[in-house]
């Protein structure tokens, strides 16, 4: 896991790595011996695995597969902590990976949702979107981000509260609980990135019933064009 994470580092123009760590040969092989050491893995390890994978994913070439990671996560779910559960559904969105391994991630972070930092709920409604985890398990732990997230809403970083108002877009969720993430969102506006902007942005245009926000936020938009 250490060897992935350093190679994640180099592929993304980190320090602390040999910039030929991540060449895309190296990265493959250290990605195909940490699969064949899956079944010693734990939880902790498996999750960190799926997640330098994913962030290491360079070209047009498929992922590799990571079946035999995934099951160790899986069959060690009962044992995961939020931090695992988080990480690992963020980073199914770019790895193949099976609709019941996101069904038990989904159920997982249920259970643990109470424990959930702000960031992490953002990035859950975000992955589950992605995902687009819309079962049972996926509803209820979208519901229940929400819910949590709604409570603590100014304390959520600007970029975090982005991708949530995003999701809002591809989620069942409350419509009261919709509407209070989007006015966050489009309340802080002028501090979001473009790129953030437009997803708020698209978020609320996904669905009727926000369109005042998106025209607040095109004013935004036409406010600063020199950012773009």
């Not at 994640?8 to 064949?36: F, I, Y």
Request: a positive charge; charged letters at 25%; hydrophobic letters at 45%.
């Amino acid at each position: 896991v250490a060897l992935l994470q350093d190679v994640r580092r180099a592929r993304r123009g980190g320090g602390g790595a040999k910039k030929s760590l991540g060449e895309d040969w190296r990265w493959r092989l250290v990605v195909e011996h940490a699969v064949k050491l899956a079944d010693e893995a734990d939880p902790e390890q498996a999750s960190y695995a799926v997640a330098c994978v994913a962030d290491g994913i360079r070209g047009p070439r498929p992922p590799p597969d990571l079946a035999p990671l995934w099951s160790r996560l899986a069959a060690g779910l009962h044992r995961a902590g939020r931090d695992e559960v988080e990480r690992a559904l963020c980073a199914a969105v770019s790895l193949p990976v099976k609709r019941d391994v996101v069904r038990g991630l989904a159920e997982r972070g249920y259970v643990l949702v109470d424990q959930y930092s702000a960031r992490q709920l953002c990035e859950t409604m975000w992955a589950l979107a992605k995902l687009r985890a819309q079962d049972k398990a996926g509803g209820a732990l979208a519901s229940a981000c929400s819910l949590r997230l709604v409570a603590m809403v100014h304390t959520v970083p600007s970029s975090n509260l982005a991708h949530a108002a995003w999701a809002t877009g591809k989620l069942q969720l409350q419509k009261e609980h919709r509407q209070i993430l989007l006015e966050a969102a489009t309340q802080r506006g002028e501090a979001l990135t473009p790129v953030a902007l437009a997803s708020v942005m698209q978020g609320a245009a996904a669905k009727p019933g926000a369109e005042h926000f998106v025209a607040r936020l095109a004013q935004v938009f036409a406010q600063g064009p020199h950012r773009f």
